[in-house]
């Protein structure tokens, strides 16, 4: 079997597969709960399975999403902390919807010193939040890809904005479950 290194990927594959995560969970709708995906090169998975030949084309796409179980109830820091990656997992992606404040209600939450509780509950009250869902992506050499959906209302389009340090902290927790 070819191995591929995570050097070796194409730099537009990780935000390529951001968006095709996204893309991916949109079609269930809104109101879903996190989901993780390991990221593997796409023609190791054909090696393993040649049966997929007709679906998958890694020069088209070098990296394959892989849905994984659903994550545990509990605090997704501590979801995050308990995963450990084979080496065959080159990256991995976790879609999360979250509400996003503008900057005023922000700067608000960090003056006030909220807990976790209140935070969220000052959040899901204020009037100006926007709703949206998260998709972020890393690989084993640290790169990163995060893609950010702004559920669209009557009055406000649906948004889509990509940058790879709209969630450094979730980056930084995806990351540390590729340690050895």
């Known amino acids: 079997m070819a191995r591929v290194s995570a050097e070796e ?3 537009v594959a990780l935000p390529a597969v951001a968006r095709e995560v996204d893309e991916f969970v949109s079609a ?3 109101n879903q709960p996190p989901q993780l995906f390991a990221l593997v090169p796409t023609a190791q998975l054909l090696a393993q399975q040649p049966e997929l030949a007709g679906q998958l084309d890694p020069e088209a796409s070098p990296l394959t999403p892989i849905a994984q179980d659903e994550l545990p109830d509990s605090e997704l820091d501590r979801a995050l902390a308990g995963i450990v990656w084979p080496e065959a997992v080159h ?3 976790l879609a ?3 509400v996003v404040l ?3 209600a922000e700067a608000r939450l960090t003056e006030e010193d909220l807990d976790d509780d209140a935070a969220r509950r000052f959040a899901a009250e204020h009037p ?3 709703e949206a869902r998260l998709v972020a992506a890393v690989l084993r050499d640290g790169s990163a890809a995060c893609v950010l959906r702004l559920r669209g209302t009557v009055e406000v389009p ?3 904005v990509e940058h790879p340090e709209l969630a450094p902290n979730l980056t930084n927790a995806l990351l540390e ?3 050895p």
């Open 177 to 179: 479950t590729l340690k």
């Open 96 to 98: 999360q919807e979250i």
């Open 102 to 104: 503008p900057p005023e």
């Open 28 to 30: 269930a709708g809104w």
């Open 158 to 160: 649906e948004e889509v």
């Open 128 to 130: 100006d939040r926007r």
């Open 9 to 11: 990927m194409p730099p």
């Open 91 to 93: 990256g991995c992606a």
